[in-house]
């Protein structure tokens, strides 16, 4: 089993859909949560870190379930500036102190109008 | 946010050239930096953690004699790509942050896109 597994898609959805990402990590040890965007043959950028008691960005809901081992990213009323990819990352900690990020292969989100 | 720069963005080598990438934190101190190779469609593989002062941790499956890093300072990591082979074409990105905190951001290079022939 991967160590982070996300469905690539891709997410075929109309402008103001509502659209939801799980992605699934194997380290029950996992200590910190995020989700990055990816713009095609562009570097990842944070979009939102995920905190226990789930978070909310404007249109953006992050939530953890640790019992399950899972997160997921809840995007409302969707633009066609949020096409990209969306890459769930999980970080655990090694023999040394580090904590080492693991990134999921990534979910394609394509938005027409 | 910090920036990190990487640098050359791209390069086209011949087969059995060396390659070296350069990856600067420009507004902050890093003590550890990553290298990622993500080849299309797929997700970002780590390579290496980069400490400075000391030597890399390598992945399973990565070569430390053909992907040869140096963190020489608090700034500035490098990446060298030795003896490149057309299966080494990929997008190799570097990443950034204060790992004393868990959920400090990762800040990320604009990648390199290496292509051998």
């Known amino acids: 089993r991967k160590e982070v597994e996300q469905d690539p898609g891709p997410f075929n959805v109309p402008e103001g859909a509502t659209v939801a990402f799980n992605c699934t990590y194997s380290?029950?040890?996992?200590?910190?949560f995020f989700w990055y965007r990816q713009d095609c043959r562009k570097e990842p950028k944070l979009l939102m870190s995920?905190?226990?008691s789930g978070n909310e960005d404007g249109r953006f809901t992050a939530q953890l379930n640790r019992a399950s081992q899972y997160i997921s990213l809840l995007i409302r009323d969707s633009k066609l500036s949020d096409s990209a990819t969306y890459l769930c990352?999980?970080?655990?900690?090694?023999?040394?102190?580090?904590?080492?990020?693991?990134f999921g292969r990534g979910t394609s989100l394509i938005v027409h109008p | 946010g910090a920036v990190v720069s990487q640098h050359p963005s791209w390069v086209i080598c011949k087969s059995g050239t060396s390659v070296k990438i350069e990856c600067r934190s420009l507004?902050?101190?890093?003590?550890?930096m990553f290298w990622y190779r993500q080849f299309p469609k797929q997700s970002l593989m780590l390579m290496a953690t980069?400490?400075?002062?000391?030597?890399?941790?390598?992945e399973q499956g990565v070569e430390k004699d053909k992907f040869l890093i140096n963190h020489a300072s608090l700034t500035l990591s490098t990446l060298t790509v030795t003896s490149a082979h057309p299966e080494d074409s990929s997008f190799y990105i570097c990443?950034?942050?204060?790992?004393?905190?868990?959920?400090?951001?990762?800040?990320f290079g604009p990648g390199t896109r290496l292509t051998v022939l």
């Open positions: 990443s950034a942050s204060d790992l004393a905190d868990s959920y400090n951001e990762q800040f």
């Open positions: 380290n029950s040890a996992s200590q910190s």
């Open positions: 995920v905190y226990s």
């Open positions: 990352v999980v970080k655990g900690r090694r023999a040394g102190g580090s904590y080492i990020p693991t």
């Open positions: 507004d902050f101190q890093a003590t550890t």
């Open positions: 980069s400490n400075e002062g000391s030597k890399a941790t390598y």
